[in-house]
């Protein structure tokens, strides 16, 4: 399974020191969300960060600065005409340039449009988030219905890793790969930890654990 972490939405003091021992904890993908950041804070941002850890940022915003700074790839929040994201990425990243593309989704409709045309996709909230309060799983779908749609994809389709966001947990691992989910985005379960990197590595530990 693949885990992948988002950052903090506003300022955290903790974000680049704890970022670097993610990264040396076996980090592969860091997700650079800061909904609320101008382009130029972005910016400001990126320039203080090593640029051996630039392949592995993944912005959520101001795609432009992608390209500038030779970044991993763009994300995709969920919302009308979405599904034209990837066409949108060569506009902005250069059709010469290969770069990860992945969005958010948060009813079947829009996943099941969404595989094959992204390197990944995340779904959920999948149990109640811990970043937004009373924010919980849609009743528009149950979960046979969602663990049908992954199990039944494609070969095509499965080109698209479909990651659980929302309320994981290293216990919830279990239900997660019971659904058929590819893997798991953590956000809350990282940066409201006393220690991010410990609650990272709880998580890493336990996916290692039923691969072995």
């Not at 290969?98 to 099941?112: G, I, M, N, V, W």
């Not at 779904?123 to 199990?151: A, C, I, M, Q, R």
């Not at 216990?171 to 930890?193: I, M, N, S």
Request: proline content about 6%; hydrophobic content about 40%; some cysteine.
């Amino acid at each position: 399974m693949k885990l992948v972490v988002i950052s903090p939405e506003q300022d955290d003091p903790r974000e680049t020191a704890v970022l670097g021992a993610l990264f040396a904890s076996g980090l592969e993908r860091y997700h650079v969300r800061k909904p609320h950041w101008p382009a130029a804070q972005l910016e400001t941002w990126l320039r203080t960060l090593p640029e051996e850890w630039r392949p592995r940022l993944v912005l959520h915003q101001h795609h432009e600065l992608v390209a500038k700074f030779n970044l991993g790839g763009c994300h995709w929040r969920d919302e009308k005409g979405g599904a034209r994201c990837p066409q949108r990425a060569e506009s902005v990243l250069g059709t010469s340039r290969s770069t990860f593309t992945s969005r958010s989704c948060h009813d079947l409709a829009t996943l099941r449009a969404a595989l094959g045309r992204y390197d990944s996709v995340f779904f959920g909230p999948v149990f109640p988030s811990f970043s937004k309060p009373g924010y919980g799983p849609s009743d528009n779908f149950s979960t046979s219905e969602l663990s049908l749609l992954l199990s039944s994809r494609t070969a095509n389709e499965r080109h698209t890793a479909v990651l659980a966001l929302g309320g994981v947990t290293a216990a919830r691992l279990p239900q997660v790969r019971a659904l058929g989910f590819d893997g798991v985005a953590v956000l809350g379960a990282a940066w409201q930890a006393a220690d991010p990197v410990a609650a990272f590595c709880e998580i890493q530990d336990a996916i290692y654990a039923h691969a072995a």
